[in-house]
């Protein structure tokens, strides 16, 4: 039997059909999904075509996520405690200069701070758990003893750092392996009842690049992203408490990266928050021909206003301030 998928195109108009309907029970609206299935053309079909419990997924209002609400987009600020992040590697590995950057991050508009200290960057060598730990617990520990009360997610594959981190004060788990390299993360996050974000990745970080394949990336990592989500809710997470990332950039070329993108709003189909982290990505720097990471933040807004335009809920960002005023504007066009 043929698997198919509905994607919702998303519209933004004020000037909107009765029959439309609300996207995950926010101010952008569908009327109309796109139907995918493996090996068959592609189609474009009314929502009352559509199974109902594809619908009720669709336009289920979504709850807040560590007290955020989702009648707007949020920010994930990063903070890489690193000596070999591919764009901002051993800029705030002291943890006083960490420490100074992560108020920058949420003064600047950041909803989430989001710390990690092993590098996951195309080529990054894996870091061993207690070296990792040693990078990140001790700049949580000094935020949280100088009253800093903001978000804080902890980025990490391990259930040893996670551990260290969440008793320090992160509140939040960003896992790049979607809990499947250390399943004591899954077990942590279910005990803890954590915010979990499942990301989607092809590969380890040291070779996911070499010669990432797929049958059909969107319904390939939408049909990752289901199963790792259902796994976590068998474990006791509820559904509310997940974010979900397909994972840009990680094991995927950059026409993987554009397929997935221009697809994006088929992943509220999982009932989720959905977040996309692009910023200063290498695909940007070579559409957008910029040698320089650094110099990437204009492409890295364009991409993020699209995704927020499907729908999105969450963008993982390096350029916060800039980012937030392209935001501001986008929402008061709407």
């Keep these: 039997m043929t698997s198919v998928r509905y994607r919702p195109i998303v519209q933004t108009d004020r000037v909107r059909p009765k029959s439309a309907l609300p996207l995950a ?3 952008l609206w569908f009327e109309f999904c796109e139907r995918l299935a493996r090996g068959e053309p592609r189609d474009i079909v009314r929502w009352d075509d559509v199974d109902e419990g594809v619908i009720e997924a669709l336009v289920r209002p979504r709850v807040p996520i560590l007290g955020l609400a989702p009648d707007r987009p949020h920010i994930m600020g990063i903070l890489n405690v690193t000596p070999d992040s591919f764009s901002d590697g051993g800029h705030y ?3 006083e200069i960490a420490v100074r950057q992560a108020m920058r991050i949420l003064r600047e508009g950041a909803s989430v701070l989001d710390i990690g200290g092993e590098s996951t960057r195309p080529g990054a060598a894996f870091v061993d758990s207690a070296v990792e730990a040693a990078r990140v617990v001790p700049v949580i520990g000094r935020l949280r003893e100088s009253g800093f009360s903001d978000p804080v997610s902890i980025d990490t594959r391990k259930s040893e750092v996670a551990a260290q981190a969440i008793a320090v004060g992160a509140n939040m788990l960003n896992d790049v392996s979607a809990m499947e390299f250390d399943p004591g993360n899954l ?6 009842q954590l915010p979990v974000c499942l990301m989607h990745a092809q590969g380890d970080p040291k070779t996911m690049q070499d010669c990432p394949v797929y049958s059909d990336v969107l ?4 049909g990752y992203l289901e199963a790792r989500a259902d796994a976590c809710v068998s474990a006791g997470l509820s559904r509310d408490r997940l974010i979900i990332d397909p994972g840009i950039g990680f094991g995927k070329t950059a026409e993987h990266n554009l397929e997935i993108l221009r697809g994006i709003s088929l992943f509220h189909g999982l009932g989720c928050q959905v977040m996309v982290g692009v910023s200063r990505k290498r695909f940007i720097g070579t559409i957008g ?5 650094l110099r990437r933040f204009p492409g890295s807004i364009a991409v993020g206003l699209e995704v927020l335009r499907q729908g999105v809920q969450f963008i993982r960002v390096h350029d916060i301030a800039q980012t937030r005023q392209a935001i501001a504007l986008w929402r008061a066009m709407l």
Excluded: F, H, I
């Design 289 to 293: 021909q910029e040698n320089d990471a």
């Design 219 to 222: 319904l390939d990592v939408y």
């Design 93 to 95: 590995a002291e943890p």
């Design 187 to 192: 077990e942590l996050a279910s005990r803890k």
């Design 25 to 27: 029970g926010g101010p």
